[in-house]
């Protein structure tokens, strides 16, 4: 019986080893990075065939017409199929080599789009020199639709995969896993922040802090304290993790930092180091080695010359050409708020502005006459006070066609004038009130180096739903960090608001 036993022992030993050696010997999972830059590359094949034998087809038929090179022999000529084959081909070596489909920068930020813009710039650039070098006959008409279409579809597939990508990565999927390690402050800070916006791509999975007891959870978190920070390379296999971020802490040296990138395995484990800095923009930092150290270099934001200027003619050009454009609809608005109750069209509301000037801003009334003297006892009756941000819930001072104006933030519109006449501007700090200001400490103060905005980071980041330091941690990130492109961004993230708008809308 015993050596039964030891038989079927035996037997289900070999059993396990054989299915050990059955997993090792098992091709290793495709990382997702790859998985997904696999798909952007079938993508681009695809969008860049149908825009360059689009374009083709739709300028010459299909090969109807020839390109000819002067030669020193003789004259030889090509068709434009080939053309467009060499075109699509390049295309997609450019979009390699300026790594726009590297993990760095898909999924997030601008860097992706401006990484194809460089790139496919680049290449019509090329195209012009080899065509006036070896004078190669290229249809005008066919070259300069082919290369800002397939700018426009490329920006366009990649946007639609990211709406993709950031879904997945909200479910908990395609992202990186990280294990934070540093000072319990920095940490907690880190990690809240991430959490709060799972689009960026990583996945806090386990933190390793001096002080918090070994096994609780980061406060306000759902994540464990899996050691100290001394223990980070020998519980990192246990996590799962395949990033380690490294914040602030006095444990955690040079020398500390490179024996913990040492334990790392390249090209699988990889080191992130985050400094102290927060809310500052990437295109404001540059990281430049000196001596063997990496200094971060920021720039310090500028509201003078060009800048103003660059801002303001976006301004007036933006909001002209949408006044012009708008105009029948603030035509049929007005008349809506007029024939639906008593009172004027535009209500007059005193906000604070650059520099701390006051201003008239305007909007379609969407309350009723005096309402603002209602104020004091719909609070007082719904036990709040007239703190920043309030709303009063359910108001009964609002207008039937006031709720759909402020649900959609057609009420707004008014503050296209605002803008043209150098008040306001398109995108900026949310306009506030004389005693919501007056409130303000010295970083909220930096609100008012800008043109308070129809719209801003406020208004697309939460709306009602968020909270003062909310709203004012938005604001002073884009007062720091203010873009004409992230005022473009901006302004997309808005009409898609206007149109589509979620419940903190109200």
């Known amino acids: 019986m015993v050596v039964v036993r030891g038989r079927r022992a035996c037997v289900h030993r070999r059993r396990c080893d054989v299915v050990t050696v059955a997993d090792r010997s098992a091709p290793p999972q495709v990382p997702w990075a790859t998985q997904y830059a696999r798909r952007l590359v079938i993508t681009d094949v695809l969008v860049l065939i149908w825009v360059a034998f689009g374009v083709q087809i739709a300028w010459f038929g299909i090969d109807s017409a020839r390109v000819s090179v002067d030669g020193s022999v003789a004259d030889l000529a090509i068709g434009y199929t080939t053309v467009s084959v060499t075109i699509i081909a390049a295309w997609l070596v450019v979009l390699a080599l300026y790594d726009t489909r590297d993990t760095r920068y898909v999924g997030t930020g601008s860097a992706e789009y401006r990484r194809i813009i460089d790139a496919s710039i680049r290449l019509f650039a090329f195209v012009a020199i080899v065509a006036y070098a070896f004078k190669i006959d290229l249809a005008r008409g066919y070259i300069f639709i082919a290369f800002p279409l397939g700018i426009l579809v490329l920006l366009l597939s990649r946007w639609m995969w990211r709406q993709w990508l950031n879904a997945k990565r909200h479910s908990g999927e395609y992202s990186a896993r990280m294990l934070l390690v540093g000072s319990d402050g920095s940490v907690e800070h880190l990690a809240r922040e991430l959490t709060r916006h799972p689009e960026e791509g990583y996945r806090v999975v386990a933190a390793c802090v001096p002080r918090a007891p070994i096994g609780s959870m980061l406060p306000g978190t759902a994540i464990p304290v899996v050691g100290r920070i001394s223990d980070a390379l ?16 006095d444990e955690l040296g040079a020398q500390a930092v490179r024996q913990l990138s040492w334990g790392l395995e390249g090209g699988r484990q990889h080191l992130v180091v985050a400094p102290s800095l927060t809310e500052i923009n990437g295109p404001r930092i540059h990281t430049r080695p000196v001596a063997g150290l990496p200094l971060i270099h920021v720039e310090m934001p500028r509201y003078e010359g060009s800048t103003l200027f660059t801002k303001r003619a976006f301004d007036i050009i933006g909001s002209a050409v949408l006044i012009i454009g708008l105009s029948p609809l603030l035509v049929v608005l007005a ?52 703190a920043p941000l309030f709303k009063v819930e359910n108001d009964p001072r609002v207008t039937s066609i006031g709720r759909f104006l402020r649900k959609h933030s057609l009420d707004e519109f008014p503050q296209l004038f605002n803008v043209f006449f150098g008040s306001m501007s398109l995108v900026g700090p ?10 303000y400490d010295d970083a909220a103060r930096r609100r008012l180096l800008l043109k308070p905005g129809m719209s801003g980071l406020w208004q697309v980041g939460g709306r009602s739903s968020l909270g003062w330091e909310d709203a004012i941690r938005l604001d002073l990130y884009y007062v720091e960090n203010w873009s004409l492109f992230g005022d473009i961004v901006i302004l997309w993230k808005t009409v898609r608001a206007v149109l589509a708008p979620g419940e903190e809308a109200h």
């Not at 809506?336 to 305007?362: C, H, K, W």
């Not at 949310?430 to 409130?439: D, K, N, S, T």
């Open 430 to 439: 949310r306009p506030q009130r004389e005693g919501e200001v007056a409130l």
């Open 234 to 249: 020998r519980v990192l296999p246990g996590t799962g993790a395949d990033t380690v971020a490294v914040t602030s802490s």
């Open 335 to 386: 008349l809506a708020v007029r024939l639906t109750s008593s009172g004027p069209v535009l209500y007059r509301q005193e906000r604070i502005g650059l520099n701390g000037v006051p201003f008239d801003m305007l909007k379609f009334r969407s309350m009723r006459v005096n309402a603002d003297d209602e104020l004091a006892a719909l609070l007082a009756a719904q036990g709040r006070s007239d």
